[in-house]
């Protein structure tokens, strides 16, 4: 006999009144996560918000980055300096040469847009060593990013895109972002005062955001990190590139790794007391330490169509034990954002079209 | 039947209601992670991928307890098909255990991501990189939490109204308290 069974039988009433406590229960339950999921919030900054502000600032191109659209895949290798390995545990600074696959790009979601010499341009490193933790990292030829957070990076893409109705940006929608947000002011004035170089290869990347290194003994130091092109610098010259190809950069680039290979050298910036790790707007004074961590050596290209950057997403968070994030909201930001565009992209695969930059098959050679 | 065949053994109901917990845990930290662009996603990333190994491993030993200890029968009185509801929901509860896990891993070595668990201990890949298989894996774990989530809602709506409306016994089987009722 069940125990229950002994019980004396419910009422009518009593039953309703419990079948509607079940039922509020269950409701409850649903609307919860619901709830959680973003669906019951308009206003929360969700990924796919981000994907719809993406959208409406470059238009829909299925199977492409939804920022830093048009690129092209590189491979080469690392090597260390004996100086990286005090700073960080991590294993590609103990490591005799370590693989690279990497991705030159231009800034924006648009994937067939001509190389404009303005364009912010972006190296995207992911360094493979063998057995160990990898590590990958997105850097921009930016000293210092327009935004500081979350909200400024999500309203900046929503003022800065065509309105709908006229196609062209919203002047007053910027004016109104800039208003509420003196930190993109600032940094807009040191970007706007950046020399640009002629192309990839003389270009100098910045990580932007800060992060820990931590060695071996357990002491962590805060750092921004850039490769500086070996090649020197030469400015860019509008009369130049007049006229040029929609893919002069890329071009550019492709034409100097046919006949040599290309160095940068992996600087980190030490920060100090002060320097702000959170604020990725505010630039880190001069005479700040640098320490020449390694070269990195891009010997070839290879389009997106062949090449094993496309389908990576270069993750400012996929890092080895050694490198740390920082409290920069931006990295949570950006490695979540990019999380959503690559699944979608990911799924668009098959839709696709080629990219713009594709060069020969012949480029696509072996190892060197 | 036998005053011990009533309920659950004591390691049934601790690795039910631990597993309830951690599973729940597991379903509102994923909802709420792929919809969060803030600082708390990192958190919830971080704490979604050792959860759900963890989940996967008690759902290994739950499986064993569950094969070499049977559970009390459903009382008789109960109609023919609420007996077969339950066996096949109790079913898929098991399998989603199972597979919301295999699925998570799968798909994030596809991606290829590294698959952190807590300090330097990352798991290897079990799959080769392959971007659409990722993106149709990424779909299934969300298809299956849905369901995982739905099927949870049935089995908490059917619990209760066995506490609540036929006071079977059913559900103090798995929640413990008196043997006895007291009169």
């Not at chain 2, 609540?164 to 016994?169: A, K, Q, S």
Request: aromatic share 8%; glycine share 6%; net charge neutral.
């Amino acid at each position: 006999m069940q125990p229950g069974d002994t019980q004396r039988p419910l009422s009518l009433p009593a039953v309703l009144v419990r079948l509607m406590a079940i039922g509020v229960i269950l409701c409850a339950a649903a609307a919860l996560f619901v709830y959680v999921g973003g669906w019951l919030s308009p206003d929360r900054r969700t990924q796919d918000r981000f994907m719809t502000a993406f959208d409406a600032h470059d238009g829909k191109h299925p199977g492409f980055r939804r920022n830093h659209a048009k690129g092209l895949c590189v491979t080469g290798w690392f090597d260390a300096a004996a100086e990286a390995a005090p700073l960080s545990r991590a294993a590609i600074f103990h490591l005799q040469r370590v693989p690279i696959v990497g991705r030159f790009a231009l800034a924006g979601g648009m994937p067939f847009a001509a190389d404009q010499a303005g364009t912010v341009r972006s190296m995207a490193l992911r360094f493979l060593p063998i057995g160990a933790q990898e590590w990958r990292t997105g850097m921009n030829d930016i000293p210092v990013f327009p935004v500081n957070s979350n909200e400024g990076f999500y309203e900046q893409l929503r003022a800065s895109a065509p309105d709908p109705a006229t196609g062209k940006p919203d002047l007053e929608a910027m004016k109104d972002f800039l208003a509420r947000h003196p930190e993109t002011v600032r940094a807009m004035q040191l970007i706007k005062a950046r020399s640009i170089s002629s192309g990839f290869a003389d270009d100098t990347y910045n990580s932007l955001d800060a992060f820990y290194l931590t060695n071996s003994s357990g002491v962590s130091v805060p750092v921004r990190w850039s490769a500086v092109a070996v090649q020197p610098f030469v400015a860019d010259d509008a009369g130049a590139h007049a006229g040029a190809e929609k893919n002069y950069l890329f071009d550019d680039l492709l034409k100097q790794l046919e006949s040599h290979a290309l160095k940068w050298r992996l600087v980190f910036t030490i920060g100090e007391a002060g320097d702000s790790t959170q604020d990725a707007t505010l630039a880190w004074p001069e005479e700040r330490r640098r320490v020449v961590a390694g070269i990195v050596t891009i010997a070839r290209a290879v389009s997106e169509e062949n090449g094993a950057c496309t389908d990576i997403n270069y993750d400012p968070m996929v890092l080895p034990d050694g490198i740390a994030p920082s409290d920069d909201p931006l990295l949570a930001a950006r490695s979540s954002v990019y999380a959503r565009s690559f699944t979608l992209r990911s799924a668009e695969k098959s839709k696709k079209p080629a990219s713009a930059v594709s060069p020969p098959v012949g480029m696509d050679g072996s190892a060197p | 039947m036998s005053k011990q065949d009533e309920r659950f053994t004591a390691l049934s109901r601790v690795l039910h209601w631990l597993m309830a917990a951690m599973i729940l845990i597991m379903l509102f930290v994923g909802v709420g992670m792929v919809s969060s662009t803030t600082e708390r996603y990192r958190y919830l990333v971080a704490l979604h991928r050792p959860l759900g190994i963890l989940i996967l491993i008690l759902a290994v030993v739950r499986l064993t307890n569950r094969l070499l200890n049977a559970p009390p029968p459903l009382p008789a009185s109960l109609p023919k098909l609420q007996q077969i509801a339950a066996t096949v929901s109790h079913i898929v509860l098991y399998a989603l255990m199972f597979i919301m896990p295999l699925l998570g891993w799968a798909m994030l070595s596809a991606a290829p991501y590294p698959i952190d668990l807590f300090g330097t201990l990352r798991l290897p890949a079990i799959l080769s990189p392959d971007a659409a298989l990722y993106a149709q894996l990424r779909a299934l774990h969300t298809d299956f939490a849905l369901l995982f989530y739905a099927v949870i809602l049935v089995h908490l709506g059917a619990a209760l109204l066995h506490a609540w409306i036929r006071r079977d016994g059913v559900f103090r089987s798995m929640a413990g308290g008196p043997r006895s009722p007291t009169p």
